[in-house]
């Protein structure tokens, strides 16, 4: 998979649980920058990129999902080891 199909992926995902316009989601976005991005959303964000990408996520990369940027890594990493 490319890195242009992994992020059209991701922001499919993070605008439908964060309510946002696919185009407005890029490295920026974090909860900082997004009040939709909760605790509540954060958890809807881990489990739509475990069941998209059929990975599942280690705890530590769970707590340092803090941005679009961190959960493309996540996922390239994740990529890379399958």
């Known amino acids: 998979m490319n890195s242009t199909e992994t ?16 185009d407005s989601i890029d490295d920026t976005l974090t909860p900082q920058t997004c009040a939709k991005w909760d605790s509540l959303n954060q958890i809807h964000l ?5 069941e998209e990408f059929g990975l599942q996520m280690e705890f530590e990369d769970q707590m340092r999902l803090l ?16």
Do not use: C, M, Y
């Not at 992020?7 to 696919?22: C, M, N």
């Not at 941005?67 to 994740?78: G, Q, T, W, Y």
């Open 46 to 50: 881990i489990n739509g990129i475990e």
């Open 67 to 82: 941005s679009f940027a961190i959960a493309r890594e996540i996922v390239a990493a994740a990529s890379a080891t399958t």
């Open 7 to 22: 992020d059209q992926r991701l922001k499919l995902i993070f605008s439908t649980i964060l309510e946002l316009p696919a």
